[in-house]
């Protein structure tokens, strides 16, 4: 069967994250689902060069966040994993607490009910108890929690080498090779450590 990611854009900070993934995926062919929250259409416009309506039409396919009409908003049709990229901490409360009061928040449910991959890619610092608690209590229920904390072993010289990180990570998280990561074994430091010895 053909590969269906969903990806839902929320409303935090990094929602260059998620355009990313959605376009590596489009240049794989691989079919996406795209759903964007309200704050996260206002952020993409103060935080990238990118238009709503690009984003819309890179997708395969775009539902609106309130749109439980969508045919994903229904366990009987098939996606194979759900990212959330960024997540922000009212859409990881809101899953946490089983209100599922949105389409993303609903794939969310959909997935973990139905034991399909979810990756919650969360983005605040510090965060508060409550948020840690409901992270411990998304990961206890089989979600993948990758935070967007991208490592600086590969020596990133741009933003783009950063996001690639993160996003080279969600792609290992999907099982899709991907050449975005320098893995430690390519890094700089480890070589020069190795010629040390
Ligand atoms: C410019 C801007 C940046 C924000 N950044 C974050 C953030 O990084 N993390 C977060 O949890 N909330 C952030 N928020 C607050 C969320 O947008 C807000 O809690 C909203 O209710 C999230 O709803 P959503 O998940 O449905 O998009 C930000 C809001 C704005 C306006």
Not at 126 to 153: H, R, T
Not at 181 to 197: A, G, M, P, T, V
Request: aromatic share 8%; glycine share 6%.
């Amino acid at each position: 069967m053909e590969k269906i990611i969903f990806i839902g854009i929320c409303g935090a900070s990094g929602v260059i994250y998620g355009i990313k993934l959605l376009k590596y995926l489009r240049s794989l062919n691989i079919k996406t689902v795209l759903s964007l929250s309200n704050n996260a259409k206002s952020i993409i416009e103060i935080e990238t060069p990118f238009s709503v309506e690009e984003l819309k039409n890179t997708a395969s396919l775009y539902y609106e966040n309130d749109d439980f009409f969508s045919p994903f908003a229904s366990g009987s049709v098939i996606f194979d994993s759900a990212v959330i990229v960024p997540c922000s901490m009212k859409t990881i409360g809101s899953i946490a607490s089983g209100i599922y009061s949105n389409l993303i928040t609903r794939v969310a449910h959909i997935s973990l009910k139905e034991g399909r991959k979810l990756i919650l890619v969360p983005r605040e610092t510090p965060y508060s108890l409550i948020d840690l608690k409901n992270l411990v209590i998304l990961k206890e229920s089989g979600a993948c929690i990758l935070p967007a904390s991208p490592g600086f072993y590969g020596q990133p010289k741009t933003i783009d080498d950063i996001v690639n990180f993160i996003v080279g990570k969600i792609l290992d998280q999907l099982g899709i090779e991907n050449d975005l990561i320098k893995r430690w074994y390519e890094s700089k430091i480890r070589n020069s450590q190795i010629k040390d010895l």
